[in-house]
């Protein structure tokens, strides 16, 4: 199966090696990034990095972010990235994209789970990897990206968020709770479907409880609401995204968690091309 409207498609000639497809990617890539900056269209762990930050032309460090939270906490030093197969992939370029601003990044993301709530049998495991997570990388920002499990009643869902931002506050972190895009939610998630509704909204109510603790940015500015259409940048199972989709969404959380913390994150043409973009995360979706 093959993937299916993507923004900015990488092109493919019969004549094409790998350099030419490599730059050719890259070239799409940096593509779907100019639109998105100029508004049109929609577990690794690294070590700290040294570079500056980029200058911002645009004043976007300034400008409101697109959900709630103080904006008073300082540039974090050290991110954790949560979530589940979808904060995977997005996990790749987010982790080169805040490298390039200063910022190491450790992924605990999970295929098949990553969600703090929802099937016992999966949430039991995200918050044991958390508390090791915790202890033994001791970071300064935990963002959590709404997962496909995060399923229960409003209610539950609220205390679900909340216990992490408790959670995380006593490890001295700040939470940033992310919603996830759109996705498919027939066939296995067809009867969660109102679950997956009602998450964003508790996630951002357990936010607004705990401002000075957590924030809530909400990503529907970028991916919309319909998972089949092309601003969504779905991947071929309307679920996952591919290299120009993830890359997509690491300009926009760089640039979202700037607004919080006081930073202007680096340009893209610093971190949009790199080795990431050939990970087997991408080529498993049959990714272009």
Known sequence: MNPTEHLVPAPRTARSGPRRATALCAAALLGALALTACGNGSGSTTDAATGADAAQQDGSASAPATGTGTGTQKKPAKLLWMGDSIAVGEALPVTAALKSSGIAVTSM???????????????????????????????????????????????????GYEKLITTVKAAGAHLVLVTAPPFDT?????????????????????????????????????????????QAQRSA???????????????????????????SPADPKGWANGEWTKSDVFSKLNCS
């Open 237 to 263: 199972d309307r679920t996952h995204s591919c290299q120009q989709g993830t890359a997509k969404f690491a300009q926009w959380f760089s640039t979202e968690l700037g607004k919080l913390t006081g930073f």
């Open 109 to 159: 993301a999970s295929d098949g789970g990553g969600g703090v709530l929802g099937p016992s049998e999966l949430s039991a495991s995200t918050w044991k990897t958390l508390a090791d997570q915790l202890k033994s990388q001791r970071p300064d920002t935990v963002a959590y990206q709404i997962t496909t499990y995060d399923w229960g009643s409003p209610q539950e869902q609220r205390q």
């Open 186 to 230: 027939s066939g296995f998630y067809a009867d969660h479907k109102a679950d997956i509704a009602s998450a964003p909204a508790a996630a951002k109510a357990a936010a607004a409880a705990h401002p000075a603790d957590a924030s809530f940015l909400d990503a529907s500015a970028l991916w919309g609401a319909d998972a089949t259409a092309p």
